[in-house]
């Protein structure tokens, strides 16, 4: 596994934005993450934060993702395929969820 997949996973909320679109082909709109992920209200909201300011740019940044803020979307990245081979290793810890207390660190 390549740096910068390593770095990508390393978090719990990222994990769960690329596992998520293993199943959303067509992408996911940011709010809907919450209902994928079966958060409560009170831990959505603080890591919507996270989320919308420093996890989703640093996973369109390295190409694993394409987020539009504007549109709150969140589809594919060019580099998507590669990480995906990493996300379906039994490696990876598929419990992780938004509400995570190791989802609230930041890089």
Same mark, same amino acid.
């Given at each position: 596994?390549?740096?910068?997949a390593s770095?990508?996973?390393l978090?719990?909320?990222?994990r769960? /934005?690329?596992?998520t *679109?293993?199943?959303?082909e067509d @992408?996911i709109?940011? =709010?809907?993450?919450?209902d +994928? $992920?079966?958060?409560v209200?009170?831990q959505w909201e603080q890591n919507?934060?996270?989320l919308?300011? $420093?996890?989703?740019p640093?996973?369109? !940044? *390295?190409?694993?993702i394409h987020? $539009?803020?504007?549109t709150?979307?969140?589809?594919? @990245? +060019?580099?998507?395929d +590669?990480?995906?081979? /990493?996300? !379906?290793?039994? !490696?990876? =810890? =598929?419990?992780d969820?938004?509400?995570?207390p190791t989802s609230?660190? /930041?890089?």
């Amino acid at each position: 596994m390549s740096d910068e997949a390593s770095r990508a996973l390393l978090k719990a909320l990222r994990r769960q /934005v690329l596992s998520t *679109l293993l199943e959303h082909e067509d @992408g996911i709109g940011f =709010d809907s993450l919450a209902d +994928e $992920n079966q958060t409560v209200a009170s831990q959505w909201e603080q890591n919507r934060i996270l989320l919308y300011h $420093n996890h989703l740019p640093k996973l369109d !940044d *390295l190409g694993y993702i394409h987020w $539009n803020p504007e549109t709150q979307m969140i589809e594919r @990245g +060019e580099r998507f395929d +590669e990480i995906q081979a /990493v996300l !379906d290793t039994p !490696d990876i =810890d =598929d419990n992780d969820r938004f509400s995570s207390p190791t989802s609230l660190m /930041v890089l």
